[in-house]
Structures are given as structure tokens and as C-alpha cells.
């Protein structure tokens, strides 16, 4: 397993701006995550962030819009960049470390924009 | 494409046992994952099944039928703290995770 911390736990953002979302895990691993989490629904994948490399990024997602960063093997970043309502979701990243490939989630980071 | 189906939504009793099923089509086949999720908080990791049959854990139970494209979760001796949604998740042949929509369930006294 794998112990992931992220930051902010919460934000309320105005329409235009961006946000920053950061992602710590307590171990290296290879394979992160990012998911957007509508309320009452299930995980969507908005990209794998990897290690020395760009993001791969699922369709309907763009770097400009969601820009990644993976400076090494136990950190990530996600900007939610020129926010609008529709973005108001929470925020999960994820790794990929368990002996059957299971994921662990961070906490989240649970994003209003006004 | 893909897709996995779970109910929306069940009730059942404490102390009872619930079954959630969950069907699925999707390109290959990795493995299956079940998830617990409580509100507000991270999905948590519950079970894995990649060979046909029951994998036990506890009060928790997971089967696979790959033929049928089909799984389901058996909680038994229901505690009101099993109240949460649980998410069925299909590893493709890529490896990517392919996510169901979640059951929400209800315990009631």
C-alpha cells in the first residue's frame, strides 16, 4: 500500500484563475493518477502522470487546460487552469503500487469555482 | 466500447447480507478490482479477482465469471458502518482501469 497526502484539501476559486493541486506519496512509485470525481458519480481518468516524460492524457482532457508535473517518483502536480463552474469537482490522485496492481487514492481536494 | 454495469442503489438491513453485481464488456480482460468508497472520503481497495470463482475476506466475498462478464460483492453480517457506495473496476487490456458507476448502499437498523 501507499500513504498519499494532498494539498489543498479544499478551495473556492473564482472563474478564471488557476489552481494548483499537489500530490505526495510516501514511497516511489512509477504510475500516478489523476481523476476528477463529480459529485454522486464514479472516478473519471483525466491523465497518467509520468515520471521524465509528458502526461498522457485521456480523451476529453488537454494539457493546457489540466497541466501535469512529475518531478520525480513521489510527487505530482495538477492545475485546473482558467476555471469555470464546471470545474467544481474533487480532485484525486492515485499510484499504482499494490501486489495485483491495485490503486491507492489521496484524500482529494475538493474544488468549488464561483 | 466499454462498459460496466452495477445498480445504482440498494438497501438492505443490518446484519443482513446484500449481493452487488456487476456486468461488463470491455476490451480484454486484466483483472477486476471492488472499491469502497464512504462520502467524502478516497475510494479504498477491497478485492481482486482474476481467476474464475469466490475470493474470501472476511465479511467480504468477491466472485468472477469471465465467461459471463460478470462479478458481484457479498457483504454478510451488515454493519451500519458498510453504508457507502462500492465501485466495480475492469483492468483492460491495456492495463488502464475501466470504472463502474458506483452502488450506493443503505444500511438500515
Known amino acids: 500500500s501507499a500513504v498519499i497526502s494532498q494539498k489543498p484539501s479544499r478551495d473556492i476559486c473564482q472563474r478564471g484563475t488557476s489552481l494548483t493541486i499537489q500530490c505526495q506519496v510516501d514511497s516511489q512509485v512509477t504510475m500516478m493518477f489523476w481523476y476528477r470525481q463529480q459529485p454522486g458519480q464514479s472516478l473519471t481518468l483525466i491523465a497518467t502522470a509520468n515520471q521524465g516524460s509528458e502526461a498522457t492524457y485521456e480523451s476529453g482532457f488537454v494539457i493546457d487546460k489540466f497541466p501535469i508535473s512529475r518531478p520525480n517518483l513521489t510527487f505530482s502536480t495538477l492545475t485546473v487552469s482558467n476555471m469555470s463552474p464546471e470545474d467544481s469537482s474533487i480532485y484525486l490522485c492515485?499510484?499504482?503500487?499494490?501486489?495485483?496492481?491495485?490503486?491507492?487514492f489521496g484524500p482529494g481536494t475538493r474544488l468549488t469555482v464561483t | 466500447g466499454q462498459n460496466i454495469d452495477q445498480p445504482t442503489e440498494m438497501t438492505a438491513t443490518e446484519g443482513a447480507i446484500v449481493q452487488i453485481n456487476c456486468t461488463y464488456q470491455?476490451?480484454?480482460?486484466?483483472?477486476l478490482f471492488w472499491y469502497q468508497q464512504h462520502a467524502g472520503e478516497a475510494p479504498t481497495f477491497l478485492s481482486y479477482n482474476v481467476l474464475d470463482g469466490l475470493e474470501e475476506k472476511g465479511r467480504f466475498s468477491s466472485f468472477l465469471s469471465r465467461s459471463k462478464g460478470y462479478s458481484y460483492l457479498l457483504l454478510k453480517e451488515l454493519q451500519m458502518k458498510d453504508s457507502a457506495s462500492y465501485l466495480c473496476a475492469v483492468m483492460d487490456s491495456n492495463y488502464q482501469l475501466i470504472w463502474g458507476a458506483g452502488t450506493k448502499l443503505i444500511i438500515k437498523p
Open positions: 470491455t476490451s480484454g480482460f486484466n483483472g
Open positions: 492515485s499510484v499504482k503500487t499494490g501486489e495485483v496492481g491495485e490503486q491507492y
